[in-house]
């Protein structure tokens, strides 16, 4: 397999996993899988950094945006860190800054440590002064408005205490709640006979984008800030400076448990001490963010890909639990791949109760020896998705159970077929109920086509009763027929049809993504609507004119091509549109000839904002890199330009100042 076949591998795999976790909630991929996976496209694209696209996983920072907020561009991406995971990484994180800034062991540099809180990341926008908007993270580029919400957190001030207010003013931190205030909610929760929160951080998240904001009000959540985002007036050496003037300015900052070091090895120190003291506080944290002091390194380090090549996440080993196996199931996905997964007696894991977890495929099964009966060892890797460890094969008994994996597809008996190459077993069957399941799942989701009213039980009646047999059956469903089916009165039957109805006018890159085409993710599926802007021109695009798009490629390209080309695939879309489906047209953005496809790379210290700059070259049809290499087609320099200024001159790609930059934007044609 060659390496960018791997890498649109990875990318589908990827995307898949953050689909079936943030939409679906249902992950198909354990922690530690999802990690090996990242980290190994990480580890492609930047050996092969021409091969970075927009809408590979490495780019998207957090979970896609989806419910009744609007959304707004943050000033500047809120980037992502990148996980370290034992003294070993961390000190390669280390070599690869000495590497970048070509300096040797003999400096030694500066480090901000911080507790790594394992809240909501919040952007709050203050403008001379005074609060004017809060946003969530979001997908990194855009983010929720729930300025009214956080306007009720005490800790988040509405006026600035800085004598001379700045124009512009961005504080970027983490709302959560204490783990004893935690407690007394779930106490209170189970003295009422109702449902226990699941853990602190998925309380808070549903805490702030509450509808509501006296629901937020009544929740006792707070704030810590760790970082300036976009500012006007100001001016730092350090970023201990900075969090000085946010400590000023108001806000809680975490200056206690937070400390400068002087060298890797009093980093080192500092990480053994948290991982004792953070049993003691009272927040949830599974790590410590280690960032260079000096802001000029910081500039001159960059980023790479979504993550700051001058900060990292050291993320400790995750708590780990014994419990028994009780069964192992077979899930069948969108795709037909048939996955293991082993049903536990329920346990305690990192503040939530697992019951389950996947066990990937059939050779890791085997690898690991899992039997039905066994006791084993979870863990929750990064407190989100549970795995299975290892097995205790000397507390077996003698009555564990192998687990015989199927010939045919549970759901629909077809037999299962193992593709050269693949790990997992498919259910070839484009007609399985299963399938056909997880298919409607994608189309309607929050994502895709934003059928908010139609979920995983009502996905699964409309397959039972014959309703749906394809993705364009769900818009000729009758109010008739939805009466019919289990628990639907008149008034949800027509929500529901409203809710249909509401969807027949999507973007067409909503469509497009929702079709569930291989290798397209939502990212791929905007590059193609901007570039055909109507159904009907990509329809009848060439494989050429698809996979030349810049950030597309041939391996989308093909698999969007043969999507298209099916029959079958004909048919559902005309019926779509004959039932009377309307994708809106794409916006065309006007391009420059001298930008279409072109390289560029930002350096030193420039007046312009950076993010602009790169946002002003992809409008005309270029790409901002974060290295430079025979690839790059201009570097534009500021001030100490370093080692990417260097480097340009070195293999002989074109340096523009930033007045050259701007005189190019200018006359653009």
């Given amino acids: 397999m060659n390496f960018e076949t791997e890498i649109a591998e990875l990318r589908e795999k990827l995307d898949q996993a953050n689909h079936q976790y943030y939409i679906l909630d249902n992950p198909s991929l354990t922690d530690a899988e999802y990690d090996v996976a990242m980290r190994r496209l990480v580890a492609l694209e930047t050996e092969h950094p021409e091969l970075i696209t927009s809408d590979s996983p490495t780019q998207r920072v957090g979970a896609p945006l989806e419910g009744d907020f609007s959304t707004v561009d943050h000033l500047l991406p809120m980037l992502s860190l990148q996980d370290v995971r034992g003294d070993e990484e961390l000190l390669g994180w280390e070599k690869r800054i000495r590497r970048h800034l070509h300096v040797g062991d003999d400096i030694v540099f500066e480090y901000v440590c911080e507790p790594k809180i394992d809240g909501l990341a919040m952007s709050l926008i203050y403008q001379n002064g005074k609060f004017v908007r809060g946003l969530t993270r979001g997908d990194g580029r855009r983010g929720e408005d729930i300025t009214h919400n956080l306007r009720t957190i005490k800790a988040i001030p509405w006026q600035l205490r800085l004598k001379n207010a700045p124009s512009l003013f961005e504080a970027r931190g983490e709302v959560f709640i204490g783990r004893r205030d935690f407690e007394k909610l779930n106490a209170q929760q189970e003295s009422e006979g109702k449902s226990l929160y699941a853990n602190p951080r998925n309380f808070g998240a549903g805490s702030v984008r509450q509808k509501d904001p006296k629901i937020t009000a ?10 300036l985002g976009a500012y006007e007036g100001l001016k730092f050496v350090t970023h201990w400076e900075s969090l000085q003037t946010l400590h000023e300015a108001g806000f809680r900052v975490n200056f206690e448990k937070s400390r400068i070091c002087h060298g890797i090895e009093e980093v080192g120190n500092f990480i053994k001490e948290w991982d004792i003291e953070r049993q003691k506080v009272d927040y949830a944290t599974d790590g410590v963010v280690v960032k260079i002091n000096d802001l000029q390194l910081q500039n001159e380090l960059g980023f790479v890909g979504r993550n700051p090549r001058w900060a990292c996440a050291f993320k ?15 899930n069948v996905g969108r795709t037909g791949s048939l996955t293991p997964a082993a049903e536990f007696e329920p346990v305690e894991v990192a503040g939530t109760t697992v019951v389950a977890a996947t066990l990937h495929n059939e050779d890791e099964m085997r690898r690991k020896d899992v039997k039905i009966g066994d006791y ?41 077929v193992r593709p050269e190459g693949e790990a997992v077993y498919r259910c070839p069957n484009n007609a399985c109920p ?12 929050r994502g895709a086509m934003n059928i908010d009213r139609i ?30 089916l289990e628990r639907m009165a008149e008034k949800s039957a027509q929500n529901v049809m409203n809710s249909i109805e509401g969807a027949k006018k999507p973007t067409l890159a ?46 989308a390209g093909n698999s969007v091509r043969a999507w298209l080309d099916d029959a079958e695939n004909q048919k559902i879309l005309d019926k779509m549109l004959a039932a009377g489906l309307a994708p809106q047209e794409s ?33 005309l049809g270029g790409r901002a890199a974060g290295s430079v290499s025979k690839k790059t087609d201009f570097v534009i320099i500021g001030e100490n330009a370093g080692s990417k200024a260097d480097k340009a001159r070195e293999i002989g790609v074109t340096i523009l100042s930033e007045d050259e930059f701007l005189e190019m934007i200018r006359q653009q044609k």
């Avoid at 009544?218 to 970082?227: A, H, N, Q, V, W």
């Fill in 455 to 484: 979920g995983e039980k009502l996905i699964k009646q409309f397959v039972a009763h014959g309703l749906v047999q394809d993705l364009a059956d769900v818009f000729l469903i009758t109010k008739e027929q939805l009466m019919n």
């Fill in 316 to 330: 400790f080993a995750p708590e780990e639990v014994v419990t028994k196996i009780k069964n192992i199931t077979v």
């Fill in 510 to 555: 909503r469509l497009l993504y929702a079709l569930g085409i291989r290798y397209v993710g939502a990212n791929t599926s905007e590059l193609i609507a901007d570039k055909f802007g109507t159904l009907d021109a990509v329809r009848t695009a060439t494989l050429e004119e698809i996979s030349g798009i810049h950030d597309v490629g041939p391996i």
């Fill in 434 to 445: 299963a399938r056909l399941e997880r298919a409607l799942e994608h189309f309607v989701a």
């Fill in 376 to 416: 084993v060892i979870i863990r929750k890797a990064g407190e989100i998705i549970p795995e299975v460890v290892s097995v205790l094969k000397e507390r077996r008994t003698g009555e564990e159970i192998d687990f015989i994996f199927p010939t045919e597809c549970p759901r629909c008996q077809t037999l299962v």
């Fill in 587 to 619: 916006e065309q953005h006007e391009t420059d000839e001298r930008f279409v496809g072109k390289s560029f790379v930002f350096t030193g210290a420039l007046s312009l904002d950076r993010r602009a700059a790169e946002a002003m070259v992809k409008r």
């Fill in 218 to 227: 009544s929740r006792p959540l707070t704030f810590f800030s760790y970082s």
